[in-house]
């Protein structure tokens, strides 16, 4: 299996570029850039986790990684 990355910059040769690999029968995944307020809600998201104690040590992930 080969793997191509294609950066496109634009929505009508996204859609020709898809349009091919469906012609040609491709598997193709599409991956979009995360945004600002994506990363900054996960961020909350993360801390509230911490905030609740849902968290382990560095020396408490050592050790159950000890045990893989």
């Known amino acids: 299996m080969t793997t191509l990355t294609v950066n496109i910059n634009d929505k009508k040769t996204e859609k020709a570029v898809k349009a091919v690999l469906d012609a040609l029968g491709l598997n193709y995944s599409i991956d979009k850039p995360q ?4 990363y900054n809600a996960d961020l909350d998201e993360g801390n509230a986790e911490i905030e609740k104690g849902n968290f382990i040590s560095a020396d408490q992930l050592k050790t159950e990684a000890g045990k893989w």
């Open 35 to 38: 945004t600002l307020e994506q």
